[in-house]
Nanobody, 123 residues
């Protein structure tokens, strides 16, 4: 059984930084494409970033490009999201996602999800 557990969310002032982590258990991490998505109140879940199985390819939403960095550590079964220069529009619940076959910007094809971690940016 695959399990994803996020951590690292919290309250931060605008301009600050946070680092989210997600531990994936149940299978070899390199089997998965890994992604981060977020969902603000009243809005649909949206793509933030993904990293390919090998880690060679990454992709970011335009809204977070050059501010967020996704990385993976297969030895520690962890995917991370370093978030810098945070602003109020980044406030949302952030979800870690994994899939064996799909690696893209749509959330529906991802089969495995964490419970989410709240990020709140005060202006």
């Amino acid at each position: 059984q695959v399990r994803l557990v996020e951590s690292g969310g919290g309250l931060v002032q605008a301009g600050g930084s946070l680092r989210l982590s997600c531990v994936v258990s149940g299978r070899t991490l390199s089997d998965y494409c890994l992604g981060w998505f977020r969902q603000a109140p009243g809005k649909e879940r949206e793509f933030v970033a993904f990293i390919s199985w090998s880690g060679d390819n990454t992709n970011y939403a335009d809204s977070v490009k050059d501010r967020f960095t996704i990385s993976r550590d297969n030895a520690r079964n962890t995917v991370s999201l370093q978030m810098n220069s945070l602003n109020a529009e980044d406030t949302a619940v952030y979800y870690c996602a994994a899939d064996l076959d799909y690696c893209g910007t749509y959330y529906r094809p991802f089969n495995y999800w964490g419970q989410g971690t709240q990020v709140t940016v005060s202006s």
